[in-house]
């Protein structure tokens, strides 16, 4: 009896765990603060000590980034505008911060966004905000407000490079101190990234270059984990490294994957100072770890209906039309935990008058993700639109004549 008793308590033991959620709570990136999240969705996928704001360097230059492009998306410049490079940004050429050889004269916008991303260009990136902003200061302004508007707040930024203000001399931002610096949490600066993303993703074609070609001189891209780069990993398209004496060393990757969009924040890598590779190193760490306890699932598939969900037709040839997702609802779901995420249909629309027209939106279709690490998404859980599956004609004559006098009289009478 002792021996069946051991047996099924064996057997009890291997069923639960292999049956338990996967959550890898010893895991830890090597770095000071990181964030793994899936772009589309947002959701959050890892988080260490995420929420601490530190220095950030040139990281910094996404926000800045994102305010160029949407400069031109408003039509105030194009990639093609030619800008003048000023006494400021002028300045730092051939002091010890990074830059490409710039001369007092005039470069495209997209010149000076590839010299900023690529090769963490700091007059690059000055001449740039002066454009949009006519000074960086106003373009800091600027920076702080776009913050706002995406609910990050208490947020430290003194220019729009992420240097340390010690190399600014009287170009220091009005009122900000010698050694200021700009600081972002890991959690911050996955939402600048991501919005960068989502609102711009032309922003890969520069970031994926990992050669640059500047007048004559070809420089290669910082970020080490492009194809060509010592750490070349299949996928990597971006994003941008960043360092300083008291940020470390730190860098932003994205990843096309699985048919989604990894982000990861890797801020202050250990031993960094020694060892500036060791960024990469935990940039993939974190990228295999979110790969070993993470698959992604597809709900409901574009084109699919959702526990028959429908809606009425008045006076059509049929009495109903199926309502179809508009896109792909999927999930990052940790492994042994599919149970805590489902589907939840919302409908907006009972009943339609034929002829009906495809594709119009009758519902929602909501995800119910239960299993969250931290707050779980940067911003609300994803949905998709549900909608017509087919145009449904009108009903025939006499059918159509009868369907509308029996409504009038049950409104009416």
């Known amino acids: 009896m002792k021996q069946l008793f051991r047996i099924g308590l ?4 291997g069923f639960f765990s292999f049956t338990r959620p996967v959550y890898a709570e010893d895991f830890s990136v090597s770095a000071k603060h990181a964030i793994a999240i899936d772009v589309a969705s947002g959701k959050i996928l890892y988080e260490q ?3 601490t704001q530190v220095p950030i360097g040139s990281i910094t230059t996404l926000l800045t980034a994102y305010l160029v492009y949407e400069a031109v998306a408003e039509g105030k410049l194009s990639m093609d505008s030619a800008v003048s490079i000023g006494d400021y940004p002028y300045s730092l050429i051939g002091t010890v911060v990074s830059n490409v050889n710039l001369q007092t004269r005039s470069y495209t916008v997209r010149e000076l966004l590839e010299a900023t991303l690529i090769t963490s260009a700091n007059s690059a990136a000055i001449a740039l905000a002066e454009e949009v902003a006519g000074s960086e200061a106003a373009f800091v302004d600027k920076m702080n407000a776009k913050l706002r508007e995406w609910g990050i707040n208490g947020a430290k930024l003194v220019n729009a490079t992420g240097l340390s203000n010690s190399y600014l001399g009287d170009y220091r931002y009005p009122g900000s101190n010698e050694n200021d610096e700009n600081q972002l949490s890991a959690m911050d600066v996955a939402i600048v990234a991501r919005r960068l993303l989502l609102d711009f993703p032309q922003v890969l074609d520069i970031t994926s270059q990992y050669h640059f ?3 004559g001189t070809t420089y290669s ?4 984990m492009l194809k060509e780069g010592t750490y070349g990993r299949p996928g990597v398209d971006g994003l941008k490294t960043g360092a300083s004496e008291t940020a470390g060393v730190s860098f932003v990757a994205t990843i096309q994957q699985r048919n989604t969009r990894l982000l990861t924040v890797v801020l202050n890598a250990n031993e960094g100072e020694e060892f500036p590779d060791n960024r990469f190193l935990a940039t993939n760490e974190l990228i295999d770890h979110v790969n070993n306890h993470f698959t992604v699932t597809t709900l409901v598939a574009k084109g699919e209906t959702f526990q028959s969900s429908h809606a009425a037709v008045f006076n059509g040839q049929k009495e109903k039309v199926k309502a179809i997702a508009a896109d792909n609802l999927y999930a990052y779901i940790r492994k042994g935990a599919t149970a805590a995420v489902s589907a939840r249909y ?4 009972s009943l339609l008058e034929a002829p009906t027209q495809q594709g119009q939106i009758i519902g929602n279709l909501y995800l119910v993700d239960k299993d ?4 779980g998404y940067l911003d609300s859980q994803p949905s998709v639109d549900m909608v017509v599956a087919e145009n449904i004609p009108e009903a025939s004559w006499p059918l159509s004549w009868w369907n509308h006098f029996v409504r009038y009289v049950n409104e009416n009478l």
Request: proline share 0%; no cysteine; charged share 20%.
């Open 10 to 13: 064996i057997v009890l033991i």
């Open 49 to 51: 000590d995420a929420q």
């Open 213 to 215: 070609n500047f007048y």
């Open 221 to 224: 891209s910082t970020n080490q």
């Open 346 to 349: 919302s409908e907006k629309v």
């Open 372 to 375: 969250l690490i931290g707050k």
